[in-house]
């Protein structure tokens, strides 16, 4: 069942009724809105609950099994804890800027959804610069996590922003460099065309080879240290930092930053799925399971790495970035420039 | 009412640039001045956004917010003098500051009323982000390429500024 036609009918239903268009365009916008809200919201509590499963299963425990079945409403009842939490703010921080940048991590992790197609006809709006300006917005991620470390007026906060900011700026190159072949074979920088030149799933960008799982495993990487997960989460290294920038957050201000790293998670998968694996794409089941399960089995490989692999050291993590991924990916578009030249894969 | 709509939409971006940028050259907090100029720069952003350039608009925000700001705020970081410090942002040169800036005003103001725009008549490409890669790898493709060699010149200098004697 595409849910794409369930939409046009509401849509339909709501232009019939008399309304001005004016009023149609705008109540469909909001709704829109408020519906890719919820959904990211029931994601993220989800990819908490999972997190903590797959980290505990990895770990040979159990993890949360009391809150419902085998612990599903655990992040829920942690919602409910942090929402009722006294709101605190110490007394020597820089106060509007501590206040404004959960709030900025929150809504750049949601603004990039304008874009992304959960399905066949299921986007918010297909921009013609589609993932140009996912790449542009996520960047107020970096910029909040700054003002949280700069404005909590403390240390460890101040260390973990600043190697995020290094950090996440270092890895930006290689990824949109690395997403460059992708747009270059696909003619357009439309997430739902880029889809459609995946048509068949030997178009899938993935399977190009050489320039496709080489952009895929550099994108992957990339995304990882964009989202500061393990291997690259310096920025929150416990040991060090206790827990970097968000140290002095509390409360629902915690819940936000927390919610936005799962929901920044959630966008690189889907953005890897939208570029390498055919996006929703796929035979007889609807489209949204499609782009749904693709993007699942990517969080549930970032969830692997984070925990099997040690964390890198800073040196070695800005050395990997700017003398092994940037070179890898330049030379990867330059090839993958050659084979467009040619006309490889001109089916 | 699409006409209203979007003279709304500009004078509020053409308010939020204004203020901010008066706050970037005014507040004594450097930190916030910085967080001000992106806002000024995502506002300007928006402007563009208005003009029908989206992809302009995207790489202002990404290369201008996501690069240049970060960039500025990352040395005021690494300053510690300047932490939580208040700075005064104008000395006892703000009198011939103010008298150049007036002229320069008076310079453009002037030139932008007496300057006959051109206008075309035709209607915009439907894909205006191909049509302009495609001039730039065509008809522009000299000062394009010039542009990236004063790049590569600048990114090879700071290299050899910041490069330690003897390292």
Known sequence: MELANIFKYLYQSLANSGLPQVWVDIIALVAAGLIVFGVLAVIALFLVWWERKVSAHIQQRFGPMRTGWHGVLQTIADAIKLIQKEDITPTNVDRPVFYWAPIIAFVAAFLAYIAIPFGKGLIVSDLNIGILFIIAITTFTIISLLMAGWGSNNKYALLGGMRSAAQVVSYEVPMVVSILPIILFAGTLSMVEIVEAQAKIYQWFIFRVPFGPIAFIIYIIAGTAETNRTPFDLPEAEQELVAGFNVEYSGMKFAMFFLAEFVNMFTVCAIATTLFLGGWQGPFLPSWVWFLGKTLVLVFLLMWFRWTYPRLRVDQLMEFSWKFLVPLSFANLIIAGFMKHSKWFNW | ?167
């Open chain 2, 1 to 167: 009412m699409e006409v209203e709509v979007s003279q709304l939409v500009f004078y509020l971006l053409s308010f939020v640039i204004i203020i901010s940028a008066i706050y970037v050259v005014t507040l004594r907090n450097i930190f916030h001045s910085a967080l001000f100029l992106i806002l000024t720069l995502f506002a300007v952003a928006g402007i563009y956004i208005m003009l029908n350039a989206e992809f302009l608009a995207a790489v202002q925000v990404l290369i201008y917010v996501g690069a240049i700001s970060i960039l500025i705020i990352f040395a005021i970081m690494l300053t510690s003098q300047l932490a939580n410090k208040q700075i005064r942002q104008s000395n006892e040169q703000v009198m011939i500051g103010i008298f150049i800036c007036s002229g320069f005003l008076l310079a453009s103001l002037g030139s932008i009323a007496n300057t006959v725009w051109r206008i075309v008549e035709k209607p915009l490409p439907e894909n205006n982000t191909l049509t302009m890669g495609k001039l730039l790898m065509n008809e522009f493709v000299l000062p394009f390429e010039i542009v990236s060699i004063v790049l590569l010149a600048a990114l090879i200098g700071a290299v050899v500024l910041a490069r330690k004697e003897g390292a």
